[in-house]
């Protein structure tokens, strides 16, 4: 009888990846059987458990901020009142100024970049393409799309390509930049038929913002990005 | 220290400074934590209980975090997973009341039958649902990169392979995460903990 698999080859076959060898000293090892049955088991329960979504809703977050506003302003008059009410008095300033100006706005991975620039590139030759993205369309009503980041003069150039755009009531369609799990998002700019390029910030990795994509924006004063994405897509170096 | 890895570092210190922010109160940490965690939270709600109630379980586990913020303590588990741990008792709560309100028995061991065979969403059982919230409060504990590999691994359905290359580590190390990482989760379902690692 061949030895036992140790601990992290006994996690490996659970998951299905093992050997020839392996798997057949499982099947014939009632010991390695049941430790992997078990971590199988883990491993099952994970498959369920994902993937969840990356952003939660923003009615939500207006919930929040509207309970605890009323919250912070009607405990006042108890003991120790002007302690309480000065504190109340905090958090109601703070909760009116967050929304003033927008959750994400304010929120820690959330940067406000706005740098398009189109216009200015006009008469720049396109330069090599480091970078590329397939668009998936998100919204049902657009088609799948494209994007690619183009180096022009040592800058990248972010260029979105769609056949067509949708006509939005009341709103413009914005592009993202966007973290993995978007626990930080980027504006790059305002996309219209005359603004498709997007000059990226410096500083600005994408291999920390992966993710390019397009939503639909209200003229509502909130800059945070509205849950509603008509395109995304992961960016891939070519 | 290459720039992925080094990507995954510097968003492990903003989740640290965000944990110590919350603790002190400080003003907009509350909606740092819920622009980080508010999706999963949200999305765990709705495995649990279902989308029309997922918005109330997210809207009582941010409040009342909040409410009870200083009870927090950032050396003893990061934030997100003291939201999850959150998130797993109001959906406990949840299902006591449904259950209430359907008048089931008061015996608790009925009770916790009733609560193990019945379906929640996606036919898992309330038991299960747990299950997976205690799993995921875990993946929040470990933190980066263990939390990240396991989401690419399971979620993502991406080759060892490709993990290594994304987050630039070696193969070996991928390998040994997802191992050492599952059987830490045996362990904590199990009741255990598994100190060694």
Known sequence: MSTHLDADDLALVAIGDASAGQREHVGSCAQCRSDVESLETVSELMAHGGPVPVRAPDHVWQAIQAELDEESTSTAPTLDSRRRHRQARQQAGWFSTAKLLGAAAVGAGVMWIAVSLFGQDDASPSGPVVATADLEAVDSSVQPASAEIVERDGRRVLRVDTNSLPEVEDGYLQVWLLEDDAAGMVTVGALSRDGEEFELPEGLSTTTFTTVDVSVEHYDGDPAHSGESLWRGSITST | ?197
């Open chain 2, 1 to 197: 220290m290459t720039d992925r890895s080094s990507g995954v570092d510097v968003a492990g210190q903003a989740d640290a400074r965000l944990s110590a922010a919350f603790a002190e109160g400080e003003a907009a940490a509350l909606s740092h934590a819920y622009q980080r965690w508010g999706g999963l939270v949200h999305g765990l709600a709705t495995k649990a209980v279902g989308r029309s109630d997922a918005d109330d379980v997210t809207q009582q586990v941010f409040v009342s975090a909040w409410q009870s913020r200083e009870r927090y303590r950032p050396d003893e588990a990061p934030l997100g997973a003291w939201l999850v741990g959150i998130t797993r008792h109001r959906i406990a709560d949840h299902f006591a009341r449904r259950h209430r309100r359907h008048e089931v028995p008061a015996d608790p061991d009925v009770l916790r039958a009733n609560l193990a065979e019945r379906p929640a969403t996606n036919g898992l059982t309330a038991e299960r649902v747990d299950q997976l919230l205690v799993l995921w409060e875990e993946l929040e504990r470990i933190g980066d990169p263990q939390r990240r590999i396991m989401v690419l691994a399971f979620f993502e359905d991406m080759t060892h392979v490709q993990i290594a290359e994304e987050l630039s580590l070696p193969l070996g190390t991928v390998k040994s995460y997802i191992s050492r990482t599952l059987r830490r989760m045996r362990s904590r379902l199990e009741g255990e903990h598994e100190h060694a690692s």
